[in-house]
């Protein structure tokens, strides 16, 4: 038996949908256990892209039945423009299972993530848009709508008139048009003939598969430093990223994961709002953003760009537990004649920090301390082995491993499913 854990190591983004692909063809099962469509995974396979937002990665593989798990927030109208999508490239999602016990986003928690920002102002997240936060907030207040709602129309009629009621205050108090309970129970139920037949309840059925010997892949929305506890609060998404919603989100217990693998770009990137301490400004940033395609899946926006930040990766290590991390784009470096890694911060009381700090007007102030590495200076987008990458880009992945004290299994040197290095099989047991 084999439970995997797929987490994010920076702020999302980093090629979780292709590490997840690449496993996923060897799982019998891949597990989206946090966030909800404000996800954004590109997926290349033999030179087709695929960009998922709320369907794990793991469906292109086609060998896995893919479960949303309780953790997710579900979209029902995003959900099943992106079955359509995948019907259309010929990908069956047939295999794509729900659990009754996640929440439902309507139209009314998109309208309130907006007015959340308006009312934020200049100290706005920066969120997706997509109702991920208030939605969340609903679960939290015990006035969220799970699925289940909606084998029971009396019982989701009523839960309705509830958040309705609540929401009429709000939009009332910022001019906003009020909502009407029976839209918003139409809206609803205008799901349930195609979403009851996915429902399933899926913490029994994952534990029975585990207790079968099944292997399992975990899949995470967003990253470490967007958690909603571990993340740079209040700049963060509302959910569980880091590996322990991998069992809140699903319900299985701790003592089935085997291994946690945490997903890192050779760089860093940041989409939203908050801090960033190795961002870079400018002409530097710009060169980044275009040697790497960084714009967001979801969003279209520009991501903000940086370089490696070694404390922010032993912090992901330390959070998840990493047992092993996976760097992906390291050829987006293959231009550069020195990399500059953080491996400190320096505070405005000329305090020098090697550990994250956990208050977070600290980490807003932090300075960057950079340790100076030799770039490559060439194409390696062709090793398909460790030895194939030349001595100074192995370097590199050997500092990264020191700093960040674990060790690196996957090496992205290529988007595409076959531009990978694998150094540890991922699924053997620990
Ligand atoms: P929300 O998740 O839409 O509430 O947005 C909260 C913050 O998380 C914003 O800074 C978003 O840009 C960021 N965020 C949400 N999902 C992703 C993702 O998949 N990748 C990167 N950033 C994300
Ligand atoms: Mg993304």
């Known amino acids: 038996m084999s439970a995997i854990v797929v987490v994010g190591a920076q702020w999302g983004d980093e090629g979780k949908g292709k590490v997840t692909d690449v496993i996923g063809q060897d799982v019998d099962w891949v597990v989206k256990f946090n966030g909800g469509n404000n996800a954004g995974h590109t997926v290349v396979v033999d030179g087709q892209k695929f ?20 953790g997710v927030v579900v979209d029902p109208k995003v959900l099943f423009e992106e079955i359509d999508e995948l019907k259309a490239a010929n990908i069956n999602c047939d295999h794509l299972k729900v659990s009754g016990q996640a929440h439902m986003i309507l139209s009314y928690n998109k309208i309130a993530d907006g007015l959340a920002e308006r009312v934020l102002g200049e100290g706005k997240i920066g969120t997706t848009g997509r109702g991920i936060g208030p939605t969340y907030a609903d679960k939290m207040n015990r006035v969220g709508l799970r699925i289940n709602y909606l084998r029971h129309p009396d019982l989701l009629k009523e839960k309705i008139e509830t958040i309705v009621a609540q929401k009429n205050v ?5 001019g906003v048009e009020e909502l009407s ?3 918003v129970y139409e809206e609803a139920m205008s799901y349930a003939p195609r979403l009851l037949p996915m429902i399933i309840d899926s913490a029994p059925m994952l534990n029975e598969a585990l207790r079968l010997g099944q292997h399992m892949l975990f899949e995470a929305g967003q990253a470490t430093m967007l958690d909603i506890d571990h993340g740079t609060y209040p700049y963060v998404t509302s959910s569980s990223c880091t590996a322990g919603g991998a069992c809140t ?5 701790p003592t089935h994961i085997d ?3 945490g997903i890192a770009k050779a760089y860093t990137t940041r989409v939203g709002e908050g801090p960033f301490p190795t961002e870079l400004s400018g002409p530097q940033g710009d060169k980044l953003r275009e040697l790497g395609g960084e714009y967001g899946v979801t969003t279209g926006r520009p991501r903000r760009t940086g370089w490696f930040d070694a404390v922010v990766a032993a912090y992901a290590v ?16 293959d231009d550069y004649d020195e990399i500059p890694v953080c491996t400190g911060y320096k505070l405005p009381d000329g305090q020098v920090m090697t550990t994250m700090p956990s208050d977070q007007v600290d980490f807003a102030q932090a300075e960057p301390i950079y340790t100076m590495h030799p770039g490559w200076k060439c194409d390696i987008s062709k090793a398909r082995t460790f030895d194939d990458l030349p001595k100074a880009a192995q370097d590199y992945i050997h500092a990264l491993e020191d700093y960040s004290r674990c060790r690196i299994s996957v090496i992205g040197v290529g988007p595409g499913r076959e ?8 699924l053997a047991k620990q």
């Open 51 to 70: 960009a998922l937002h709320l369907i794990p990665a793991g469906i292109i593989s086609q060998q896995a039945t893919c479960v949303i798990g309780n």
């Open 170 to 174: 709000i939009f009332r108090a910022l």
């Open 181 to 183: 309970a029976k839209k």
């Open 249 to 253: 989100g699903t319900g299985v217990g």
């Open 259 to 261: 291994r946690v693998i």
């Open 318 to 333: 330390d959070i998840n537990g990493l047992t092993d991390l996976a760097i992906t784009k390291l050829d987006v470096l």
């Open 419 to 426: 531009e990978t290095i694998v150094r540890n099989d991922l």
